[in-house]
């Protein structure tokens, strides 16, 4: 007998029963006098969803779709249900301001399915931003300034809603990407909502978003972040992946409460490491000499530190390549892993597995190398001394201004200064400058005021016969290539501490920073500004580029007239902020 497959006639009837539903609740609607909203066409907004309990919603045949501040527009069934009555009442009770539409039981059951969105997401769909890597590709393609991003919003704009959220989504990513942006700022403000990228270190205006969008997207951010939708007093944190057809890329959001509303900022990290090498540091000669020893050696500590953005991350990676071999065991604890890199056992910190119990465990499997994301309490301190004196090479970071304030930053946390010197190796500076702009730099004499900049700081660098002459300075007007903004990358400026005898001595009597300062000197090693300024002087930045992040010798700061001591007149004392 001939065997007939009904699933697609079956179907074909669901669908003709659920147009007639929502075409007889669309009749109905004026007649009670409502507007009638049809939900399987509308993006739902998941803080609506969640201003209802799904029992009440239920039972009461009701749901929320839409919400802006306390005004909740919610689609019911049957106005003369007593318990949609009912529900209604309730919720004005809490201070919501209502705009009811009429809807069918279709709807209602397609947007009750949203709630398994707030409660019972899978795994594998948290934190997953379902997003056109085709879309995103071909928007990269179109964006290659700030302006591109603008002229493409107002063309979603004159979209229907459902397409402006995920496209007007789409386009932030891809304007991110497209402009190698390393954060994205979302900024509520009295009237506008501002759109920001940081690239090179630097926040730049893109756009302004309108209200309408924002609300929407926040709610949809927040959702994929794992964050709890309906708290808008605190601060939250979380993260989610995309992919891009190429790469998968991953997320790490902050959202905090502002006058006028949620604050968002998204750091996008980059899962390649191709160009994490020693060689792309730009480690002056003297200080990567220091490094390359340091890390041929089987245990200790080394630390770079820094200020948010300062690249520390990548420097440790670029460590890790360096030491990462045949025969070395390499355990990495971070939060979180921003960077894969093959070959080595990558751990993040999660509930119940913390900087301090992680490391724990990992010191129980027999590592060569251990890098801890960050050193960020006494208990986490004390367990990477330990590790560090007992047959590891530990690789960690601070948040500090300058490499000598981690040897205070340590005692402050509790460590015994008696443990530094058979645990620790070497201590990092670092800051990241702008490069200049290749494409449209140009070439100045440098002005007496600009001489006497670089003559005086260079005036006490140890090895000044490795020093480029004063030649031509660069700088850089703007271009199409740098999007207007003479500069292209960046390039981090160094210093280092090695933790010999003499440091060591001075670190057990007088833990001041210019005493340790003093005491490092015959180490050899140059500043932070000796190294600034000979970046300078190979073209790569300008002097103001380095002024914007590293203080300047007050008698030296380029806003001041330079009416001020001669290089000749000028005393070491002058500088007791030079490895900020």
Request: hydrophobic share 40%; proline share 4%.
């Amino acid at each position: 007998m001939v065997q007939f497959d009904e699933t697609a006639l079956n179907t074909r009837l669901d669908i003709l029963r659920e147009k007639e539903e929502e075409r007889a609740a669309a009749d109905l609607a004026p007649r009670y006098g409502y507007v009638h909203i049809d939900l399987q066409g509308y993006t739902i907004n998941p803080e609506a969803i969640a201003a209802i309990d799904e029992t009440l919603a239920r039972a009461a045949e009701l749901t929320g779709f839409e919400l802006l501040n306390r005004k909740l527009s919610v689609a019911i069934k049957d106005p003369s249900n007593i318990k949609t009555k009912a529900a209604l009442e309730t919720l004005q009770k809490k201070g919501y301001t209502l705009d009811v539409f009429m809807t069918s039981k279709t709807s209602l059951e397609h947007a009750w399915k949203r709630y398994a969105d707030l409660t019972t997401a899978t795994a594998s769909k948290k934190g997953v931003f379902e997003i056109s890597a085709t879309d995103i590709l071909e928007l990269t393609k179109r964006i290659t300034k700030e302006s591109d991003i603008d002229t493409i919003l107002k063309e979603i704009n004159t979209a229907n809603t459902s397409y402006r959220i995920s496209a007007t989504m789409e386009l932030i990513f891809a304007g991110a990407l497209a402009l190698r942006a390393s954060d994205i700022h979302i900024e509520p403000e009295d009237k506008a909502i501002r759109l920001r990228y940081r690239f090179d270190g630097v926040l730049h205006d893109i756009v302004d978003l309108n209200t309408y969008m924002y609300g929407r997207m926040m709610s949809r951010l927040k959702l994929l972040s794992g964050m709890i939708l309906n708290n808008k007093a605190e601060a939250q944190d979380g993260r989610f992946t995309f992919e891009t057809g190429e790469k998968t890329v991953e997320v790490r959001s902050s959202v905090i409460p502002g006058a006028y509303g949620e604050s968002i900022v998204m750091r996008l990290l980059d899962p390649t490491v191709a160009s994490f090498v020693m060689d792309k540091l730009h480690l002056n000669q003297h200080i990567a000499e220091v490094v390359s020893r340091e890390l041929k050696k089987p245990n200790g500590l080394i630390i770079t530190t820094g200020p948010t953005g300062s690249g520390k991350t990548t420097a440790l990676y670029a460590f890790l390549q360096e030491v990462h071999g045949e025969g070395v065991k390499i355990i990495t604890i971070e939060n979180p892993v921003e960077y894969k890199v093959e070959g080595i056992v990558q751990t993040q910190v999660e509930d119940g597995y913390t900087f301090s119990s992680g490391l724990r465990a990992i010191l129980r499997q027999d590592p060569d190398v251990i890098l801890i994301g960050e050193i960020r309490d006494a208990e986490v301190a004390e367990t990477a001394i330990h590790a560090a004196q007992t047959g590891h090479l530990v690789l960690t970071t601070m948040h500090t201004n300058s490499a000598v304030a981690a040897f205070v930053r340590m005692m402050d946390l509790g460590v015994d200064a008696r443990m530094f010197g058979s645990s620790v190796n070497l201590i990092l500076g670092q800051r990241l400058v702008r490069l200049l702009c290749n494409h449209c730099k140009v070439g100045h004499t440098a002005t007496p005021e600009e001489q006497q900049i670089i003559t005086t700081i260079l005036s006490d660098h140890p090895h000044p016969e490795t020093v480029p002459e004063i030649d031509l300075l660069y700088t850089a007007p703007g271009c199409e290539i740098c999007n207007q903004t003479g500069f292209k990358g960046r390039s981090g400026v160094f210093e280092a501490i090695v933790m010999d005898d003499a440091v060591e001595a001075v670190v057990l009597r007088d833990p001041r920073e210019h005493m340790i300062l003093e005491a490092a000197k015959p180490q050899g090693i140059p500043t932070m500004l000796h190294d600034g300024i000979e970046k300078v002087l190979n073209g790569m930045t300008s002097i103001t580029e380095l002024e914007r992040v590293i203080e300047l010798p007050r008698v030296l700061r380029t806003s001041l007239p330079k009416k001020t001591k001669t290089p000749a007149n000028t005393n070491r004392d002058d500088f007791p902020k030079l490895v900020v």
